[in-house]
């Protein structure tokens, strides 16, 4: 294989890792204050819509990543007010949301199924992105990518190195001691659920934004499922996230690179691959070390926390 | 301030007001939310189109029922696991296997007429979508994976396996390279039983599957067992109740029956295989399951109520031309109010006058 073939294989793993390491790196503060939202597919719908939508009208990318942020934290917070205040069941609820995203995204964005936009453009570094072979690999990639990496490092910077982050994975194991304690579990949850929301929304707008420019209603095609099975993968751990949303870019454009040189199998056996590779390292996780990962989950994960006082 | 006190007992009336209340507060949001985004296009017609037309139609009523019926097997199925706390999310996929696996019996026996062939496609229905759903068992009680991302995955695994099919071993061998099978033959379709209609003797079944489930709730151990399990997981180790066997259990049941809605739905209203067989009746079963609180003899009703949202989503698309993905919105909406109505039930809400201090 050429050297050119190498750098385009792995500038789309890339690129077909980063909505996954949006959507599971939101899911993870989720699921570590302990709620398990199960929505993170239909939020990511909806984000791949507000962001195409704002992107067609107006032109500007900047305002395009905004809403999807935004439209995903607004269907985010149908969950929290659900989940955290008339203390609903997470996964029901979570369930409604996938479905109600994907029918508000279908519904809504009827009327641009046929509309074309520019992709967002790459930056480009004098000096740095003009380097043979390290220009193209590290310098030259769409800001959103180097976004998602940042996000990753806040979050765990978050979670282990601040007050609050101490706080938000003390109630995800043990919320009715944060409470006696005087801690806002609520807010925190809600939070939580609000942040998931915005980084899913941009998981989604990366899809309509960057990966394709147009518009479909089944876009995500299971990319928040799986985001919530790297979760797992992560064991809860941010930079994990980022691992395993490698493994899953790399098989999905290895199935492309597989199809375009036409191997002898269906194409519909090799679109499989990412969704059975989906539970073939969930169970390699758990066979691994069964008890390592049951430690890091928290505690509290989808259990309803009603105070009385 | 408004405060939610732990009610001693779940409120009787409330369980059957909460469900009406989460319906009508359905209509209402969804009439705002057409009148906002729908600007050229009369809404009480769309309504209309919606929700009154398929009830006073004969033709409407039929259909109906044939959308009620394979949402009532596989909810069945799905409200025994929910019960369990056991999470069966990827029915569609049990559904298309099963469908798959049924209707391959039907095409092998394709030239040989007789009585014995449809049972023999349920069975093998029935064993490919319980295999199906028994993968997740596996994963879960050996290694602890969640049957939520199994099922779900197997989803679209499925869907594609189905495609694969179709285009590849199954297709018809005279269809023009179309992607669909040979249309089934007399004995590997299910009888009609309203004549000039599309509603057949699966209709039935369900009824009967519903009564059968309800007994069997009611009656038996292991409906005894599944119901502890979910509610009181510890209760239910110290009475020795085995987890392990309650996942298989679940799984089992909600594949099988999933796997049978499959063929149902092959044999039946479609009459081929063809990739047009998931239509997201496994998803929808769940909201099915759900809205009748898991009850039986509930999920024939809730059925009934959610076949209208599938059937009004196709009429404002033949009539307005809106997309079908309004059937979605209606029925997630509806999720969401009945799962805050639901708070009606086990708490009570009061009103409580701040007196300033911060609680």
Same mark, same amino acid.
């Given at each position: 294989?050429?050297?050119?073939?190498?750098?385009?294989? @792995?500038?789309?793993?890339?690129?077909?890792?980063?909505?996954?390491?949006?959507?599971? @790196?939101?899911?993870?503060?989720?699921?570590?204050?302990?709620?398990?939202?199960?929505?993170?597919?239909?939020?990511? &719908?909806?984000?791949?819509?507000?962001?195409?939508?704002?992107?067609?009208?107006?032109?500007?990318?900047?305002?395009?990543?905004?809403? #999807?942020?935004?439209?995903?934290?607004?269907?985010?917070?149908?969950?929290?007010?659900?989940?955290? &205040?008339?203390?609903?069941?997470?996964?029901?609820?979570?369930?409604?949301?996938?479905?109600?995203?994907?029918?508000?995204?279908?519904?809504?964005? %009827?009327?641009?199924?046929?509309?074309?936009?520019?992709?967002?453009?790459?930056?480009?570094?004098?000096?740095?992105?003009?380097?043979?072979?390290?220009?193209?690999?590290?310098?030259?990639?769409?800001?959103?990518?180097?976004?998602?990496?940042?996000?990753?490092?806040?979050?765990?910077?978050?979670?282990?190195?601040?007050?609050?982050?101490?706080?938000?994975?003390? @109630?995800?194991?043990?919320?009715?001691?944060?409470?006696?304690?005087?801690?806002?579990?609520? %807010?925190? /949850?809600?939070?939580?659920?609000?942040?998931?929301?915005?980084?899913?929304?941009?998981?989604? #707008?990366?899809?309509?934004?960057? =990966?394709?420019?147009?518009?479909?209603?089944?876009?995500?095609?299971? %990319?928040?499922? $799986?985001?919530?099975?790297?979760?797992?993968?992560?064991?809860?751990?941010?930079?994990?996230?980022?691992?395993?949303?490698?493994?899953?870019?790399?098989? *999905?454009?290895?199935?492309?690179?597989?199809?375009?040189?036409?191997?002898?199998?269906? !194409?519909?056996?090799?679109?499989?691959?990412?969704?059975? #590779?989906? $539970?073939?390292?969930?169970?390699?996780? %758990?066979?691994?070390?069964?008890?390592?990962?049951?430690?890091?989950?928290?505690?509290?994960?989808?259990?309803?926390?009603?105070?009385?006082? | 301030?408004? /405060?939610?006190?732990?009610? *001693?007992?779940?409120?009787?009336?409330? @369980?059957?007001?909460?469900?009406?209340?989460?319906?009508?507060?359905?209509?209402?949001?969804?009439?705002?939310?057409?009148?906002?985004?729908?600007?050229? $296009?009369?809404?009480?017609?769309?309504?209309?189109?919606?929700?009154?037309? +398929?009830?006073?139609?004969?033709?409407?009523?039929?259909?109906?029922?044939?959308?009620?019926?394979?949402?009532?097997?596989?909810?069945?199925?799905?409200?025994?696991?929910?019960?369990?706390?056991?999470?069966?999310?990827?029915?569609?996929?049990?559904?298309?296997?099963?469908?798959?696996?049924?209707?391959?019996?039907?095409?092998?026996?394709?030239?040989?007429?007789?009585?014995w062939l449809m049972p023999l496609m349920s069975l093998a229905a029935i064993l490919g979508g319980m295999f199906y759903a028994g993968i997740a068992a596996f994963l879960r009680t050996k290694? =602890?994976?969640?049957?939520?991302?199994?099922?779900?995955?197997?989803?679209?695994?499925?869907?594609?396996?189905?495609? !694969?099919?179709?285009?590849?071993?199954?297709?018809?061998?005279?269809?023009?390279?179309?992607?669909?099978?040979?249309?089934?033959?007399?004995?590997?379709?299910?009888?009609?039983?309203? =004549?000039?209609?599309?509603?057949?003797?699966?209709?039935?079944?369900?009824? $009967?599957?519903?009564?059968?489930?309800?007994?069997?709730?009611?009656?038996?151990?292991?409906?005894?067992?599944?119901?502890?399990?979910?509610?009181?997981?510890?209760?239910?180790?110290? !009475?020795?109740?085995?987890?392990?066997?309650?996942?298989?259990?679940?799984?089992?049941?909600?594949?099988?029956?999933?796997?049978?809605?499959?063929?149902?739905?092959?044999?039946? +209203?479609?009459? =081929?295989?063809?990739?047009?067989?998931?239509?997201?009746?496994?998803?929808?079963?769940?909201?099915?399951?759900?809205?009748?609180?898991?009850?039986?003899?509930?999920?024939?009703?809730?059925?009934?109520?959610?076949?209208?949202?599938?059937?009004?989503?196709?009429?404002?698309?033949?009539?307005?031309?809106?997309?079908?993905?309004? *059937?979605?919105?209606?029925?997630?909406?509806?999720?969401?109010?009945?799962?805050?109505?639901?708070?009606?039930?086990?708490?009570?809400?009061?009103?409580?006058?701040?007196?300033?201090? /911060?609680?």
């Amino acid at each position: 294989m050429n050297e050119g073939l190498i750098i385009a294989i @792995i500038i789309g793993i890339s690129i077909a890792s980063v909505p996954l390491i949006f959507a599971a @790196i939101g899911e993870l503060i989720v699921e570590r204050s302990g709620v398990l939202n199960l929505g993170v597919e239909g939020m990511m &719908i909806v984000g791949a819509l507000a962001g195409f939508v704002v992107e067609f009208h107006t032109g500007n990318s900047f305002l395009a990543v905004l809403a #999807a942020l935004l439209a995903g934290m607004a269907i985010a917070s149908i969950f929290a007010f659900l989940t955290q &205040i008339l203390l609903t069941n997470h996964v029901a609820t979570g369930l409604a949301l996938t479905i109600f995203g994907l029918g508000i995204a279908a519904f809504v964005g %009827r009327g641009y199924t046929e509309v074309r936009i520019e992709l967002i453009a790459e930056i480009h570094i004098p000096l740095l992105s003009d380097l043979p072979i390290v220009g193209p690999l590290l310098f030259s990639y769409n800001p959103l990518v180097y976004l998602a990496l940042f996000v990753v490092f806040l979050v765990w910077w978050f979670l282990f190195k601040t007050k609050h982050g101490l706080i938000l994975r003390a @109630i995800g194991d043990n919320h009715d001691a944060a409470h006696a304690i005087g801690h806002k579990v609520v %807010r925190y /949850r809600v939070m939580a659920i609000l942040f998931g929301g915005a980084m899913a929304g941009i998981g989604g #707008a990366f899809l309509s934004l960057v =990966q394709v420019p147009m518009w479909g209603e089944n876009m995500t095609a299971g %990319r928040g499922w $799986i985001a919530l099975g790297l979760v797992v993968f992560s064991s809860w751990q941010p930079f994990k996230v980022i691992l395993g949303a490698v493994i899953f870019g790399g098989i *999905t454009v290895l199935q492309l690179h597989a199809q375009g040189f036409d191997i002898r199998i269906s !194409a519909q056996y090799l679109s499989m691959l990412p969704y059975l #590779a989906t $539970i073939i390292i969930l169970v390699s996780l %758990r066979m691994r070390d069964k008890n390592k990962t049951n430690r890091t989950m928290p505690n509290c994960l989808g259990r309803i926390f009603h105070s009385t006082t | 301030m408004i /405060r939610l006190i732990l009610r *001693t007992q779940p409120s009787k009336a409330m @369980i059957f007001l909460s469900p009406l209340l989460a319906i009508t507060l359905t209509a209402v949001t969804a009439f705002f939310i057409f009148v906002f985004i729908l600007t050229d $296009i009369e809404v009480s017609s769309v309504f209309y189109a919606l929700f009154v037309e +398929p009830l006073i139609d004969i033709y409407y009523v039929s259909e109906l029922l044939v959308k009620a019926t394979p949402l009532i097997i596989i909810a069945l199925g799905l409200s025994i696991g929910f019960r369990a706390g056991v999470w069966n999310i990827g029915a569609e996929g049990q559904y298309v296997i099963g469908g798959i696996a049924g209707s391959t019996v039907g095409l092998y026996f394709y030239d040989v007429e007789g009585f014995w062939l449809m049972p023999l496609m349920s069975l093998a229905a029935i064993l490919g979508g319980m295999f199906y759903a028994g993968i997740a068992a596996f994963l879960r009680t050996k290694y =602890q994976v969640n049957e939520i991302l199994v099922t779900l995955m197997l989803t679209y695994v499925a869907v594609l396996f189905l495609s !694969a099919m179709v285009q590849g071993p199954l297709r018809d061998p005279s269809g023009f390279n179309f992607p669909e099978s040979r249309l089934f033959h007399d004995s590997a379709l299910l009888p009609i039983i309203w =004549q000039g209609t599309r509603v057949n003797v699966s209709l039935i079944i369900a009824i $009967i599957l519903s009564f059968v489930a309800w007994f069997g709730l009611k009656k038996h151990i292991s409906g005894m067992q599944v119901k502890i399990t979910g509610s009181a997981p510890r209760a239910a180790k110290f !009475a020795g109740f085995d987890d392990k066997k309650t996942v298989w259990f679940s799984l089992l049941i909600s594949g099988g029956l999933a796997g049978l809605a499959g063929l149902f739905e092959a044999a039946g +209203p479609i009459g =081929q295989l063809n990739p047009g067989l998931p239509q997201f009746y496994g998803f929808t079963a769940i909201i099915v399951a759900f809205l009748a609180r898991l009850h039986p003899i509930a999920i024939i009703f809730s059925a009934l109520l959610i076949a209208l949202t599938y059937l009004g989503g196709e009429n404002v698309q033949i009539y307005f031309n809106l997309p079908s993905s309004i *059937t979605n919105i209606f029925q997630g909406m509806l999720l969401f109010y009945f799962l805050a109505c639901e708070i009606l039930i086990k708490y009570k809400v009061v009103f409580i006058k701040t007196t300033g201090q /911060r609680i």
